[in-house]
């Protein structure tokens, strides 16, 4: 009864954390949406890369996925087809123990036989020997007969698992084939687009307005998260001061407060220069709070860590995570890119407190 109680309580609570998690994306979805109606403009050059490269992030993510399943699959496989060789190997031992006892009982008596030796014996004490030795005969028969049926039952039980398992990673691969196609598409598209507004984007890269316009509308999304995000309890994000790790291995382009290039605007966090696809890493542990395309960042992911502490990853070709998951130290949330009309693959990285930019170096263990 407890037990059961405790299933019921479990079931619920797991019910009431999806019903809230599900309610935080369906808030989260709306105030993207809002900013995307609120764009003060809808010519800017790297809007035309918005949709391809939210694309390309959900098809990288999904084959990450199928990947995933795939190499889940495959162990699963392996220990059923273990197991059927297991299950194979015991029915043959069944058979050839059913095969000996009956060779045996052939070889003692027939049925004409047995009714001899009940009514023939002179000996009580021999006749008393050999009926016991039939009767042992016999049940043994019938306990090798119920082995060898339990053998073979567990044998074609392993053989349909293992049908059933290669056929869903059959179906797998046959996805992922299907989404590596469609991403091509997809690259292929972006590749085009880029070409196409590659001038205007080096023109609206210098452009201090549309700078201060990016900063601003990132502003504004970290205090509308701020708004509807409920706390993170837990974390204790003071006492990784000093000692993080970067997210990614590369090279720091620049200084936290300098002034970009050819621009009055001071950096708020690093670019730090890495090749594309290279794995993305969360700094400590936290919450997804943002994992979507924004003007001037690409395709971004913001993780909370409670006591007002936020980190920020930008320009990323691919989004591993979703908003609500629960992260640790070091698990992979992105790949590296370009996203947002980037000239160079890398990745922006900002450290907040209440909004307000915090220079990484003081929380980042330098190498």
Request: proline share 2%; charged share 30%; aromatic share 6%.
């Amino acid at each position: 009864m407890l037990l059961l109680i405790a299933c019921c309580l479990a079931a619920n609570a797991f019910a009431a954390d999806q019903t809230d998690l599900d309610r935080l994306r369906q808030r989260i979805a709306l105030l993207q949406r809002e900013f995307d109606q609120a764009s003060e403009s809808k010519a800017e050059a790297a809007d035309a890369l918005r949709e391809s490269e939210r694309t390309i992030s959900d098809r990288q993510r999904a084959l990450a996925r199928l990947e995933q399943q795939q190499r889940e699959g495959k162990i699963a496989l392996q220990h059923l087809q273990r197991r059927a060789a297991r299950a194979g190997e015991n029915a043959r031992q069944q058979q050839i123990r059913l095969g000996s006892l009956l060779y045996r009982q052939y070889v003692s008596s027939t049925d004409e036989d047995y009714l001899k030796l009940l009514l023939g014996s002179d000996d009580p004490n021999q006749l008393a020997r050999d009926v016991h030795y039939l009767g042992y005969i016999a049940r043994e028969r019938g306990s090798a007969l119920r082995a060898q049926q339990k053998a073979l039952a567990e044998l074609n039980a392993a053989a349909r698992e293992t049908e059933a398992k290669q056929h869903e990673l059959d179906e797998l691969r046959a996805a992922e084939r299907r989404e590596l196609a469609q991403l091509r598409q997809e690259q292929d598209a972006r590749q085009r687009t880029l070409h196409k507004i590659s001038q205007q984007l080096k023109q609206q890269r210098r452009e201090i307005g549309r700078l201060q316009k990016n900063e601003a509308r990132l502003a504004r999304l970290l205090r509308e998260l701020s708004a509807v995000m409920p706390e993170m309890a837990g974390n204790d994000f003071r006492r990784h001061k000093g000692k993080l790790a970067l997210p990614v291995s590369g090279a720091i382009a620049n200084q936290f407060g300098s002034r970009r290039p050819d621009s009055t605007l001071a950096w708020n966090g690093w670019f730090i220069r890495a090749r594309a696809k290279q794995p993305v890493l969360a700094i400590a542990p936290g919450r997804v709070v943002y994992a979507d395309w924004l003007r001037g960042y690409g395709n971004l992911l913001i993780l909370d860590h409670g006591q007002g502490y936020l980190s920020l990853y930008g320009n990323n070709q691919t989004l591993y995570k979703q908003v609500g998951e629960i992260l640790r130290t070091g698990d992979l949330i992105a790949a590296v890119g370009n996203s947002g009309g980037n000239e160079d693959s890398g990745l922006y990285f900002e450290l907040r407190y209440k909004g307000q930019p915090v220079n990484p170096s003081r929380w980042i263990k330098q190498p």
